[in-house]
Nanobody, 124 residues
């Protein structure tokens, strides 16, 4: 199984970025998927989770209304559209696939496959 995250970069506050996460070796229709992020010196934190078929999404309070999580199961790709970016959004962003039968969508330990991360830097 491989999850390949991309789309990070340097952007000014108020700008936008779109992250992608391409999956291989995994039937993405079988699993919910999520985005986490980890800022320097901090623990990894939940950003957003999307259900297997994309009908339900969950967001951290800090990104609600600014980020949109979506997926294309045909292309086996997860997306995170990030708008109105703030300096505090600066972090390495990771995509992850949920373990079967796990209900703790905001807990990193509930995920069994992780991408390598993509750096997002928001300047003030």
């Amino acid at each position: 199984v491989q999850l390949q995250a991309s789309g990070g970069g340097l952007v000014q506050a108020g700008g936008s970025l779109r992250l992608s996460c391409a999956a291989s070796g995994l039937d993405v229709r079988d699993t919910a998927m999520a985005w986490f992020r980890q800022a320097a010196g901090k623990e990894r934190e939940f950003v957003s989770c999307i259900s297997r078929m994309g009908k339900s999404t969950y967001y951290a309070t800090s990104v609600t209304g600014r980020f949109t999580n979506s997926r294309d199961n045909v292309r086996k790709t997860l997306y995170l559209q990030m708008n109105s970016l703030k300096p505090e959004d600066t972090a390495v962003y990771y995509c992850a696939a949920l373990k079967p039968a796990s209900g703790s969508y905001d807990d990193p330990s509930a995920y069994e496959h992780w991408g390598q991360g993509t750096q997002v830097t928001v300047s003030s």
